[in-house]
């Protein structure tokens, strides 16, 4: 065989690819079970959803395979990047705590003048689509990570300089206003353009972006309906109906693609608020609250998780006007007091894999985290897992 031949035959094997889906497969291999948002209960589901460990079933055939293989076995498939629901039960259960919670977290660096402070070190866009996202919460809840963990570790951090690194943080958190969907599709496809402009017009050119966060994904959801319902021709048929649902399923699929196109780009964790719509029921034992968007985006999230707030009892049916009165104000502290609750919402459950089922029902819990809201942030029980 000539030299040429050899060279030619050689040369058709290499496999060409870009530096993004290199780094991308480099990552995919590592199969370490790290932190990825820095909040231990929500670490824990994603460890489960998004690198659940084999069944055993699954096991026993890797082991027969291997036996029977000279060759090591093959490199596991691409996983899609983490996509994560928070859904409130109900009014005021929690769930914008918790993405304040996250944004700190992922905001804060992981130290600061040889301080450890924990966080992810990254760059957050956060796209606030009901302009009910408080920056002056989220100010408060980084003010009150530094300090705590100053004061867990016995370090000293001046109150200047703990004010610096808060705004520091801050600094690299790229917020949007989107006032509809049309505006938010063309705030997404535009966001690689931003991030990635030459010479940078922000701060955080020298820091991944490791979260998109949406605040109240359903904000454009009865507007959309109603465009939709405008765009039909009158009188009302069949055709039309589906005409109106095939015109608003259309919204979403673009949405979901600009988002898998800005995972693509940034390898980011993409985690989104929502309402719960309906009551909570139960599938196979489990609680469960019905979606009420579409299935499209149903199946691009990794793992959808309920909050709600922990109930207090009610007064009894045979209590007076003056004794509610004189326990007024206890049950008003321990309403105060009460934690709220997180679980997996199993509705579609039967479209799990077999591990992740596995997986989650082997916590000890099933899924369920239990957490406090104070002043200076989220407070969450790490034995709930």
Not at 39 to 58: A, Y
Not at 91 to 117: F, M, N, R, W
Not at 195 to 214: E, K, M, T, V
């Amino acid at each position: 065989m000539s030299a040429e031949i050899l060279g030619r035959d050689l040369l058709g094997e290499v496999k060409v690819q870009g530096l993004d889906e290199l780094l991308r497969s480099l990552r995919e291999l590592d199969t370490s079970s790290g932190s990825l948002l820095g909040f231990p209960s929500f670490d824990r589901l994603l460890g489960v959803f998004h690198n659940p460990p084999p069944t055993r079933q699954q096991q026993h055939y890797q082991t027969q395979w291997s036996a029977q293989q000279e060759a090591p076995a093959p490199p596991p498939r691409e996983k899609p990047l983490p996509v994560i629901e928070i859904t409130d039960a109900a009014a005021c259960s929690g769930k914008t705590q918790l993405l304040y919670q996250i944004i700190a977290l992922s905001l804060l660096p992981a130290e600061h003048e040889d301080v450890p402070i924990n966080g992810k070190g990254n760059a957050v866009v956060l796209l606030d689509l009901s302009g009910r996202f408080s920056l002056l919460r989220l100010h408060r809840v980084i003010y009150s990570q530094i300090t705590s963990i100053c004061f867990t570790s016995s370090i000293e951090l001046s109150e200047q300089k703990t004010l610096s690194l808060v705004s520091d943080s801050l600094s690299h958190l790229h917020v949007f206003h989107p006032q509809s969907s049309s505006s938010l599709s063309a705030t997404l496809a535009s966001l690689p353009s931003f991030l990635l402009s030459s010479p940078s017009n922000h701060f955080s050119a020298n820091r991944p972006l490791g979260l998109l966060a949406i605040h109240d994904l359903s904000a454009f959801l009865w507007q959309d309906r109603l465009d939709t319902d405008e765009e039909t021709d009158f009188p009302v048929s069949n055709h039309a109906e589906k005409a109106n649902s095939s015109l608003f399923l259309e919204r979403w699929r673009n949405l979901i693609s600009l988002l898998r196109r800005i995972q693509h780009h940034f390898s980011c964790t993409v985690v989104a608020t929502n309402w719960g719509l309906g009551p909570v029921t139960s599938v196979a034992g489990h609680p469960a609250l019905r979606p009420h968007l579409p299935s499209s985006w149903n199946n691009f999230c990794t793992i959808k998780v309920v909050v709600e707030r922990d109930r207090v009892s009610r007064f009894g049916p045979g209590l007076s006007i003056e004794e509610a009165k004189r326990e007024g104000v206890q049950r008003w502290e321990a309403v105060e007091k009460s934690g709220f609750s997180g679980w997996i919402n199993w509705w579609g459950s039967e479209g799990w894999r077999d591990e992740v089922r596995e997986g989650v029902e082997a916590l000890k819990t099933g899924g369920g985290f239990s957490f406090r809201v104070t002043g200076d942030g989220i407070i969450g029980d790490d034995n709930s897992d």
